[in-house]
Nanobody, 124 residues
Framework: QVQLVESGGGLVQAGGSLRLSCAAS????????MGWFRQAPGKERVFVAA????????YYTDSVKGRFTISRDNGKSTVYLQMNSLKPEDTAVYYC?????????????????WGQGTQVTVSS
């Protein structure tokens, strides 16, 4: 059974930084693409960033390009989301997700396993 556990959320002022972590278990982490999504109150869950199992293949939604960085440590079975220059509109519950493929995608329907989410709140 694949399990994903996020951590690292919290309250931060605009312009600040947070690093989210997602620890995975239950299958060979290095073989699968990982993604981050977020869901603001009253809105749908949307794509933020993803990384293929292939080194160097990363994808970002336009609103976070240049501010967020996704990375993975296969030895620790963990994916990270470094978030810099945070804005109030980044406030959401952030979810990590695992896809049963080496190739990342941006659609939430392409991901098979999800974590429980971690709250990120950015104050103005």
């Amino acid at each position: 059974q694949v399990q994903l556990v996020e951590s690292g959320g919290g309250l931060v002022q605009a312009g600040g930084s947070l690093r989210l972590s997602c620890a995975a278990s239950g299958r060979t982490f290095s073989d699968y693409a990982m993604g981050w999504f977020r869901q603001a109150p009253g809105k749908e869950r949307v794509f933020v960033a993803a990384m293929s199992a292939i080194v160097g293949a990363t994808y970002y939604t336009d609103s976070v390009k240049g501010r967020f960085t996704i990375s993975r440590d296969n030895g620790k079975s963990t994916v990270y989301l470094q978030m810099n220059s945070l804005k109030p509109e980044d406030t959401a519950v952030y979810y990590c997700a695992s896809r049963s493929s080496r190739f990342a995608r941006t659609s939430r329907d392409e991901y098979d396993y999800w974590g429980q989410g971690t709250q990120v709140t950015v104050s103005s």
